[in-house]
């Protein structure tokens, strides 16, 4: 198993807080990692640093081995990094299908010059890429069928929203795909629905690493779960050894739950 | 009577967009001929050509304010770059008659240059302070016009500039060079017209492209732009440059349409003039665009003719009035006269935003979660 993602020692602080605190792990290759924790402990400051939102104030993040700490959001995107966000980030007035087609920004490369004269590869490249907006897409079953990809992003449902951001990250086919918090805020079956697709995902050789609040799902789809508190790594392992871990039990639960338990 | 404007309204959306555009285009290519019959006067082609000049001017400007959502407050700035360097390369200030393309080629790139200048210190600026900053660029320019009298004969201006050439060097009065020369309003008005086709035609290919989506993307939301892998200083550079590019190109036209240029066609007010264009006609609507320039530029003079009212009065009626309807706009019809889709959604039917909230106390009603139908 290869690494596709390694961190060595990251920590990124605003003012005083210590919100990652001297974090490593690792993700491989076609594996699908579950980062859990409770509110504040630092995952998606972890993510941030990670996509090259926040630069870290100091470690190493390795991408197949190439450092890509500290670079910009679009360059970390460009090297195979895409990721969703907690609270949804669409380009809310701009189609279904024209947000998929943004997340091909970094894979394609027509320039202004051949765009205004319309070129030939310009028109091929456009083609390929609202082919292959439809297959990504239709991992969706349903969802985004037809008329629909016409509309704007905002007009769409709550969860098809969290969907489409999904598709939009996939669409650079990247190295590793974050999700932060993918079915935040669905119905059981919705979530259920999310979790399938994420397997069908890792089926397809992806590899993901997501940050998720509902055990049911992190059990359901995790090869391996992390969990943090106060932006420290508390455990790391299969969902049963994290989930009865006793750090981790008290980090949700408060120290004398902890102890009850044990 | 609400029925019957539907029901047309209804039909008119049916007709395919290039339907609309090929008819424009006729219309606009016919206009002249009402001249050669004598139907209407010279004075209306000159007004022809100024409100071709103002669509290219707006086109341009919408590229930055409608696509990549930056205000530009000092544009004319770019204008005068384009009709500055044409003036100095084809006039007797300094003995040039460089071949028109070569001027208009030249004139558009000086421009595209100001523009990367101009670009690279305030392009991390947002909003307020991008709006003061291009501002003061557009007065900073007209005032170095108006102290660089060596270059620029000061408020005086430049006169004498020649008319292009389409071929050939010199000034040759018979033959194919005589018939190649643009010297007359129609000539100048067919040049116009056929450069404002070419550009939106272009601009039109841009907007429905990777790069026209790249600007849209960062207007919506920016760091979800940068997280897509669009590089927010290139793209905003890009759209910069190619609009005062623009710019330069209408510039140019323009010093050589009117033989003589001086500062006092570079105001500020000229900037604010064609923000309303674009605001008018709909922020990000190509369409749109040339719809609000010709209205705000060529309604005036219709209704200075009708009205036969002095110069001067005319021309502090005409800033109440645009004041008046800019405001009436932007409470009633904020997206414009003909929108873009976008901005239409953006402006009034739903407040993305509210929506949000709402959206965020609704979602978990288990099944019953719908798109919304728009
Ligand atoms: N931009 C910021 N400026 C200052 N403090 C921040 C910033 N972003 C995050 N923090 C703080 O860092 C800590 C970690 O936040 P983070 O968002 O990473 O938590 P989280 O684990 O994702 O929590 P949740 O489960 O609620 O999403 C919190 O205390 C938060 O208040
Ligand atoms: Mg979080």
Same mark, same amino acid.
């Given at each position: 198993?290869?690494?596709?993602?390694?961190?060595?020692?990251?920590?990124? #602080?605003?003012? @005083?807080?210590?919100?990652?605190?001297?974090?490593?792990?690792?993700?491989?290759?076609?594996?699908?990692?579950?980062?859990?924790?409770?509110?504040?402990?630092?995952?998606?400051?972890?993510?941030?640093?990670?996509?090259?939102?926040?630069?870290?104030?100091?470690?190493?993040?390795?991408?197949?081995?190439?450092?890509? %700490?500290?670079?910009?959001?679009?360059?970390?995107?460009?090297?195979?990094?895409?990721?969703?966000?907690?609270?949804?980030?669409?380009? #809310?007035?701009?189609?279904?299908? +024209?947000?998929?087609?943004?997340?091909?920004?970094?894979?394609? +490369?027509?320039?202004?010059?051949?765009?205004?004269?319309?070129?030939?590869? !310009?028109?091929?490249?456009? /083609?390929?890429?609202?082919?292959?907006?439809?297959?990504?897409?239709?991992? &969706?079953?349903?969802?985004?069928?037809?008329?629909?990809? /016409?509309?704007?992003?905002?007009?769409?449902?709550?969860?098809?929203?969290?969907?489409?951001?999904?598709?939009?990250?996939?669409?650079?086919?990247?190295?590793?795909?974050?999700?932060?918090?993918?079915?935040?805020?669905?119905?059981?079956?919705?979530?259920?629905?999310?979790?399938?697709?994420?397997?069908?995902?890792?089926?397809?050789?992806?590899?993901? =690493?997501?940050?998720?609040?509902?055990?049911?799902?992190?059990?359901?789809?995790?090869?391996?779960?992390?969990?943090?508190?106060?932006?420290?790594?508390? %455990?790391?392992?299969?969902?049963?050894? =994290?989930?009865? +871990?006793? /750090?981790?039990?008290?980090?949700?639960?408060?120290?004398?739950?902890?102890?009850?338990?044990? | 009577?609400?029925?019957?404007?539907?029901?047309?309204?209804?039909?008119?959306?049916?007709?395919?967009?290039? !339907?609309?555009?090929?008819?424009?285009?006729?219309?606009?290519?016919?206009?002249?001929?009402?001249?050669?019959?004598?139907?209407?006067?010279?004075?209306?082609?000159?007004?022809?050509?100024? #409100?071709?000049?103002?669509?290219?001017?707006?086109?341009?400007?919408?590229?930055?304010?409608?696509?990549?959502?930056?205000?530009?407050?000092?544009?004319?700035?770019?204008?005068?770059?384009?009709?500055?360097?044409?003036?100095?390369?084809?006039?007797?200030? &300094?003995?040039?008659?460089?071949?028109?393309?070569?001027?208009?080629?030249?004139?558009?790139?000086?421009?595209?240059?100001?523009?990367?200048?101009?670009?690279?210190?305030?392009?991390?600026?947002?909003? $307020?302070?991008?709006?003061?900053?291009?501002?003061?660029?557009?007065?900073?320019?007209?005032?170095?016009?108006?102290?660089?009298?060596?270059?620029?004969?000061?408020?005086?201006?430049?006169?004498?500039?020649?008319?292009?050439?389409?071929?050939?060097?010199?000034?040759?009065?018979?033959?194919?060079?005589?018939?190649?020369?643009? $010297?007359?309003?129609?000539?100048?008005?067919?040049?116009?017209?056929?450069?404002?086709?070419?550009?939106?035609?272009?601009?039109?290919?841009?907007?429905?492209?990777?790069? @026209? *989506?790249?600007?849209?993307?960062?207007?919506?939301?920016?760091?979800?732009?940068?997280?897509?892998?669009?590089?927010?200083?290139?793209?905003?550079?890009?759209?910069?440059?190619?609009?005062?590019?623009?710019?330069?190109?209408?510039? #140019?036209?323009?010093?050589?349409?009117?033989?003589?240029?001086?500062?006092?066609?570079?105001? &500020?007010?000229?900037?604010?003039?064609?923000?309303?264009?674009?605001?008018?006609?709909?922020?990000?609507?190509?369409?749109?665009?040339?719809? @609000?320039?010709?209205?705000?530029?060529?309604?005036?003079? !219709?209704?200075?003719?009708?009205?036969? %009212?002095?110069?001067?009065?005319?021309?502090?009626?005409?800033?109440?009035?645009?004041?008046?309807?800019?405001?009436?706009?932007?409470? &009633?019809?904020?997206?414009?006269?003909?929108?873009?889709?976008?901005?239409? *959604?953006?402006?009034?039917?739903?407040?993305?935003?509210?929506?949000?909230?709402?959206?965020?106390?609704?979602? $978990?009603?288990?099944? @019953?979660?719908? +798109?919304?139908? =728009?």
């Amino acid at each position: 198993m290869d690494a596709i993602l390694e961190l060595q020692g990251v920590s990124m #602080s605003f003012g @005083g807080l210590k919100a990652v605190d001297n974090l490593s792990f690792t993700i491989n290759e076609n594996e699908i990692v579950s980062i859990i924790g409770p509110n504040g402990s630092g995952k998606t400051t972890t993510f941030n640093v990670i996509s090259g939102l926040y630069e870290p104030d100091s470690g190493e993040i390795l991408l197949k081995g190439e450092s890509v %700490a500290g670079l910009r959001p679009d360059a970390v995107h460009d090297k195979g990094i895409s990721r969703t966000f907690q609270s949804l980030r669409l380009f #809310s007035n701009m189609s279904v299908l +024209d947000n998929v087609l943004v997340g091909m920004h970094s894979v394609t +490369d027509s320039g202004v010059l051949a765009s205004m004269l319309r070129l030939p590869k !310009v028109r091929r490249e456009e /083609q390929a890429m609202r082919e292959r907006a439809q297959e990504i897409l239709e991992m &969706f079953p349903g969802r985004f069928s037809g008329p629909r990809q /016409q509309q704007p992003a905002f007009s769409l449902s709550y969860a098809n929203r969290r969907r489409l951001e999904i598709a939009r990250a996939l669409a650079s086919d990247p190295t590793l795909l974050m999700l932060d918090e993918p079915v935040a805020g669905m119905n059981p079956m919705e979530s259920h629905e999310v979790m399938e697709q994420i397997k069908i995902l890792r089926d397809k050789g992806y590899t993901i =690493v997501m940050i998720e609040h509902d055990m049911h799902v992190v059990e359901g789809v995790s090869d391996r779960v992390i969990a943090m508190d106060h932006g420290v790594k508390i %455990a790391e392992g299969t969902y049963h050894e =994290v989930a009865n +871990d006793p /750090q981790v039990v008290e980090a949700y639960l408060g120290k004398r739950a902890a102890e009850a338990t044990a | 009577m609400a029925a019957m404007t539907e029901r047309i309204s209804s039909v008119l959306a049916r007709v395919p967009r290039g !339907v609309y555009m090929a008819l424009a285009v006729v219309l606009a290519a016919g206009f002249p001929l009402l001249n050669v019959i004598g139907v209407v006067e010279t004075a209306w082609l000159r007004v022809g050509v100024m #409100s071709l000049l103002f669509v290219m001017l707006a086109l341009g400007l919408n590229i930055v304010m409608g696509e990549t959502g930056l205000l530009n407050l000092g544009y004319i700035a770019f204008f005068a770059f384009g009709a500055y360097t044409t003036a100095l390369l084809s006039s007797p200030k &300094f003995e040039l008659r460089w071949p028109f393309l070569a001027v208009v080629v030249v004139s558009t790139l000086i421009a595209m240059l100001a523009g990367f200048v101009i670009g690279l210190p305030t392009l991390r600026l947002r909003g $307020d302070y991008l709006a003061i900053v291009t501002l003061a660029f557009g007065e900073i320019v007209r005032l170095t016009i108006i102290n660089l009298q060596g270059f620029t004969n000061g408020p005086n201006g430049i006169t004498g500039i020649y008319s292009p050439l389409l071929a050939g060097g010199s000034e040759v009065k018979t033959g194919l060079a005589a018939w190649l020369t643009v $010297d007359k309003p129609i000539e100048y008005y067919y040049l116009v017209l056929v450069a404002v086709v070419v550009v939106s035609i272009l601009l039109a290919n841009l907007k429905n492209s990777r790069v @026209g *989506r790249a600007w849209n993307a960062l207007r919506e939301d920016e760091l979800a732009a940068i997280s897509s892998g669009i590089t927010a200083s290139r793209a905003k550079m890009l759209s910069v440059v190619l609009s005062a590019g623009i710019a330069g190109f209408a510039g #140019s036209l323009y010093a050589y349409y009117s033989n003589v240029i001086s500062p006092e066609s570079f105001l &500020f007010m000229q900037s604010v003039i064609v923000v309303c264009m674009v605001v008018l006609g709909g922020m990000g609507s190509i369409p749109g665009v040339v719809v @609000g320039a010709i209205v705000l530029q060529a309604l005036p003079q !219709v209704i200075r003719q009708a009205a036969g %009212a002095a110069r001067s009065d005319f021309e502090v009626y005409r800033m109440l009035i645009f004041g008046v309807l800019i405001v009436v706009m932007v409470i &009633f019809r904020p997206e414009g006269l003909l929108p873009d889709k976008l901005w239409r *959604r953006e402006s009034h039917e739903v407040d993305p935003r509210e929506l949000e909230k709402t959206r965020q106390s609704l979602f $978990d009603l288990e099944e @019953g979660e719908k +798109d919304l139908e =728009v």
